[in-house]
């Protein structure tokens, strides 16, 4: 679980102070989906970074189940975003020297798995996304939905708890952005994932069982229910567990 008190961010630049976050207070459920949207400048992949230990706030705490990620050391936190937070972005971040899959072992790493492990954990990540036969491929010899395929496939590969997205169709066309959607949300039911995303999407963020809309680095929280599903993520992670690959 997540819980974000009085979160404020200010980047300072010479005589310039920029207030990207103002007192954000934010709690976020383990299987949850939290939708954030509003207008650029706004904060939103600011909150983001806070959220996925990318950087720290100035001024309040981001608990990850009772972890300050705001004062804990840094090699606590490069080892916690390691083993429980994937991340995905518009720009999809491939490596364009690696295949397919040699970037999704990049996630593993750091978790000091063995290289034949790493190998076949990596194929099993990016058949589940569909991209079994792209094992070999660079990322210039892929689309633009299966390049993000495969950063979805490095950002899952370590089972995380927690998934972020910062708008991640924001550079693919209209069917492509509903194929990868698709395949997030599936993912984010069958995995149980605590699953944060940046949106600018409206149709998206009408269907987000919680939306959150950031204006001049202050947060509005807006609960719209959870939609048709017969499950919680909870309940689905109670049923099966975090099994897959
Ligand atoms: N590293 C930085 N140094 C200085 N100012 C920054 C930095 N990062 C962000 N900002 C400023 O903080 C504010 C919030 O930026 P942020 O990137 O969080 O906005 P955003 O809501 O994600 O916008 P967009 O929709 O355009 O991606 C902006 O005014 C931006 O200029
Ligand atoms: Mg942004």
Known sequence: MYKLTGVTKRYTRGKETVEALRGVDLTIEDGDQLVIQGPTGGGKSTLLQMIGGLDRPSEGSVELDGVNLATISEAKLTRLRAEKIGIIFQSFNLIPTLTAQENVETALVPLGVKPAERRER???????????????HAPSELSGGQQQRVAIARALVKKPKVLLADEPTGNLDEGTRDDIMGLLEGL??????????????????????????IKAGQITLTEQGRGN???TPQQQYAQHGNQGY
């Open 229 to 231: 599903g017969q499950f």
């Open 188 to 213: 984010w039911h069958e995995y149980g994932l605590t699953f944060i995303m940046v949106t600018h999407d409206s149709s998206i963020a009408r269907r987000a069982p919680r939306l959150a809309t």
């Open 122 to 136: 990596a194929a099993e990540a990016l058949t589940s996304v569909g991209l079994g036969d792209r094992l070999k």
